[in-house]
Antibody, heavy 120, light 112 residues
Framework: EVQLVESGGGLVKPGGSLRLSCAAS????????LNWVRQAPGKGLEWVSS????????SYADSVKGRFTVSRDNAQNSLFLQMNSLRAEDTGVYYC?????????????WGQGTLVTVSS | DIVMTQSPLSLSVTPGEPAAISCRSN???????????LDWYLQKPGQSPQLLIF???NRAPGVPDRFSGSGSGTDFTLKINRVEAEDVGVYYC?????????FGQGTRVDIK
């Protein structure tokens, strides 16, 4: 069974850092690109970042470029999002999602999400 | 960035009746290979989004055939033949024609 489980969210002060993880199981991680998508409280979906199976292709939304870094460890079946210089507007639920059609489309499995709250 | 505009933003439907959601982009989502770079997702209350339709008109595995996607260029539609209670939630279209991928604002569907 395909599963994606995010962790690492929490409360952090503005300017602080968090590292999110997404543990994958039930499929060969290296064969798939992965997206991070976030959702501010009561708002819609916003794409954050994408990383290809071999990490050769990485892209970021302008709103996080230079502050967030996506990475993956296929041997450990894990995806990561290092978030630095956090701002209040980064608050929301962060989902990891498997991509079936590179580079970003057809997200067929999503995790349950992890909540990030940036507040003083 | 490509701007995606959905309408209506909310819809109240009687069970068994049809429903349609429009999604428009400010640039064509159809490439020369004729693929339409548009997905539809449904986020049920309290859940993560789930894939309904990919490449404009292809149902994802397990999606009931009462859901259908159509359209081309900049105009796309998601139709539900006969709405059921389990179809409530927020529907999003998403373009993958260009990075960054962008979502519509979402259309909230509830049952009368």
């Amino acid at each position: 069974e395909v599963q994606l489980v995010e962790s690492g969210g929490g409360l952090v002060k503005p300017g602080g850092s968090l590292r999110l993880s997404c543990a994958a199981s039930g499929f060969t991680l290296s064969s798939y690109s992965l997206n991070w998508v976030r959702q501010a409280p009561g708002k819609g979906l916003e794409w954050v970042s994408s990383i290809s199976g071999s990490s050769s292709y990485i892209s970021y939304a302008d709103s996080v470029k230079g502050r967030f870094t996506v990475s993956r460890d296929n041997a450990q079946n894990s995806l990561f999002l290092q978030m630095n210089s956090l701002r209040a507007e980064d608050t929301g639920v962060y989902y990891c999602a498997r991509v079936l059609r590179d580079p970003v489309m057809k997200m067929d499995f999503w995790g349950q999400g992890t909540l990030v709250t940036v507040s003083s | 960035d490509i701007v995606m505009t959905q309408s209506p933003l909310s819809l109240s439907v009687t069970p068994g009746e049809p429903a349609a959601i429009s999604c428009r982009s400010n640039q064509s989502l159809q490439q020369s290979n004729a693929h339409k770079y548009l997905d539809w997702y449904l986020q049920k209350p309290g859940q993560s989004p789930q894939l309904l339709i990919f490449l404009g008109s292809n149902r994802a595995p397990g999606v009931p055939d009462r859901f259908s996607g159509s359209g081309s260029g900049t105009d796309f539609t998601l139709k539900i033949n006969r709405v059921e209670a389990e179809d409530v939630g927020v529907y999003y279209c998403m373009q993958g024609q260009q990075i960054p991928p962008t979502f519509g604002q979402g259309t909230r569907v509830d049952i009368k």
